[in-house]
């Protein structure tokens, strides 16, 4: 189908090579005319700005929005406020804090149209060979934009998840777990540091990842790590947040109910701000493999 991305960056440049790929034709645009250059070399329709990528869609249009969660999501919605129509659709595939989901949603209806809040999973990685998705939004035009999912996610890898707001919500705890289960990792491979072993920390993640309990992407992203940089000596352990984990933690106290290891962890990554440890770069190490975040060099 027809579809107008924007938001070029590590996501949405993926993104959109998975669409193309899919026999979905793209309409893209971004801030920085850099990337819409290199997507219309790989098949996309440019547009300049956001009026024209609307106009250069038929109706009803679909945008699909990749694009920093906060101020930049506003006001992209904003301004598509004014440019879309009766029937037309906003998807959010950013990491949007639901509760302002739910009010972007509002303010569209009131215009009929319709808004789906995407959590998306997987990273890079996962927006250019099959991501996976967390979906809430209008039952009914789900299923008119299902292939856009289907396409590009892995198989089994996407799900309608219920009624607006469901779909940021989930991707919200999913970060959240994300947060406990990089926390401890990376305190193992610290404890693994601290011992007087020598370990070689690639094998052990190689040998954790054939046959153990605790097999897992993260573990294969750090068998990829350390064999770019054995001891991670590179860079330091500062662990950045986006957001999604506070908001977990502000959700389980407005619920009145302990998730002591995730707030644990959001805490580790204030603390990582002024201490440099080993879990630290763990974590930084992860963020960087799966997100493509910025690491701090030494
Ligand atoms: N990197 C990751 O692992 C994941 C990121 N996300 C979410 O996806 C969204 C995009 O993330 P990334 O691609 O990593 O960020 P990014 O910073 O690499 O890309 C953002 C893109 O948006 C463009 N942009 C900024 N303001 C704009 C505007 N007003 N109009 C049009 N384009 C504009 C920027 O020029 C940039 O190309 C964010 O909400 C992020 O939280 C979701 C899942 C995974
Ligand atoms: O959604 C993601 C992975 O699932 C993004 O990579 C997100 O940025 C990770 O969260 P944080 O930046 O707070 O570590």
Partial sequence: MQVGLVGLGKMGYNLGLNLIDNNHQ???NDVNSEQISKMSNEGA???EDL???VNRLERPRTVWMMVPAGEVTEAVVEELSQLLEDGDRVIDGGNSNYKESLQRAEMLQKKNIFFFDVGTSGGTEGARQGACYMIGGDADQ?????????DTSVENGYHYAGRV??????????NGIEYGMMQSIAEGYEILEKSSFDFDYEAVSKVWNNGSVIRSWLIELM??????DAKLEDIRGVMNTSGEGKWTVETALELEMAAPIITMSLMMRSRSQENDTFSGKVVAALRNEFGGHAVVQK
Avoid: R
């Fill in 223 to 228: 068998e990829n790590a350390f064999s770019k």
């Fill in 45 to 47: 329709i440019p547009a």
């Fill in 142 to 150: 789900f299923k008119v934009i299902e292939s856009l999912f289907a």
């Fill in 51 to 53: 009026k024209a990528l």
């Fill in 26 to 28: 793209v309409v893209v």
């Fill in 165 to 174: 707001g469901s779909g940021h919500f989930l991707k919200m705890v999913h």
